[in-house]
C-alpha cells in the first residue's frame, strides 16, 4: 500500500466528499481526489504553487491561507488531508486545532509526514536539514493525542521509493517543494552530490533510487 491507497481507503467513497486539502502545493492530491469524484478545496500560502494547481486542477478550488489560520466556517469538510505539510507549518499544533475545527463530527484528518530517516533524508540533509522540524510534528500530534483532541484510527510507516534519472533529477524535486533550496545547492553543490551518490541506491537501469519512510496518522477529532 502506498500513502495515495490509504488516503483514498479512508474516504472512500470518495464521490461527493468535501475534502480539504491543507498545503496543498501545486496540487497533485488534489487532483487525484478530484479525479476520484471529491469536492476538493486546497490551501497554501505560496501563491506560486496556488498558481499551478489553479492550472492543474480546474475542478478544485484554492485559497491562499496558513494552516493555522484557517478562513472556512467550523465543521465545513467531511475530512481533511495533511500530505508532506505540517513540518513546514511553524505552528503544527496549532494546524491541528484548526484540522480538527473545520471538520465535521465524525470526521476524518489524515496526516502523512516523513520521518528524520531514509536514503531521501539523507540526500536532502545538506540542502535543508528537517531534523527538528520534522521532530516537531511528530511531537505535536503526539501530544494531541495524549490530549484527548484526537482518537488514532489508524497509525502506520510506509516506505516511498522514488527513481530519479540523475542527481538533476533529484535536486529539480527537492526545489520544486521550496525554491529558496536553489540557493543552497549552487552554494554547496559538491556537498550536495556527494550526498546524494552516498545515500542512493543504483539501480539495474541506471537510475537512482532513494526511499523516504513517510508515518501516516488517520485522526478523528474527538
Do not use: W
Not at 483514498?8 to 470518495?14: H, S, V
Not at 536532502?124 to 531534523?131: A, N, Q, S, V
Not at 521550496?178 to 545547492?185: G, H, K, M, Q
Amino acid at each position: 500500500m502506498d500513502a495515495l491507497t490509504l488516503i483514498r481507503d479512508t474516504f472512500a467513497p470518495l464521490a461527493g466528499k468535501r475534502i480539504l486539502d491543507i498545503g496543498c502545493g501545486p496540487g497533485t492530491l488534489a487532483k487525484r481526489l478530484t479525479e476520484d469524484g471529491a469536492s476538493v478545496t486546497g490551501v497554501d500560502p505560496g501563491e506560486a504553487a496556488l498558481g499551478k494547481a489553479r492550472e492543474a486542477v480546474p475542478a478544485a478550488r484554492f485559497e491562499a491561507a496558513s494552516a493555522e489560520a484557517l478562513p472556512f466556517p467550523d465543521a465545513h469538510f467531511d475530512g481533511a488531508v495533511m500530505f508532506n505539510a505540517l513540518h513546514h507549518v511553524p505552528d503544527p499544533a496549532a494546524a491541528l486545532r484548526e484540522a480538527a475545527r473545520i471538520v465535521v463530527p465524525g470526521g476524518t484528518l489524515v496526516v502523512v509526514e516523513p520521518l528524520a530517516e531514509g536514503s531521501f533524508f539523507d540526500a536532502l540533509r545538506p540542502i535543508e536539514d528537517e531534523t527538528a522540524v520534522r521532530a516537531a510534528a511528530q511531537e505535536a500530534i503526539a501530544v494531541a493525542l495524549s490530549g484527548g483532541a484526537f482518537l488514532c484510527r489508524q497509525d502506520v510507516t510506509l516506505a516511498r521509493r522514488e527513481s530519479f534519472a540523475d542527481l538533476d533529477g533529484f535536486l529539480a524535486r527537492v526545489s520544486a517543494v521550496d525554491p529558496a533550496r536553489e540557493a543552497t545547492i549552487r552554494a554547496r553543490r559538491p556537498i550536495v552530490e556527494a550526498a546524494f551518490r552516498g545515500a542512493a541506491e543504483r539501480e539495474a537501469d541506471g537510475r537512482y533510487s532513494l526511499v523516504q519512510p513517510l508515518r501516516i496518522h488517520v485522526l478523528q477529532p474527538a
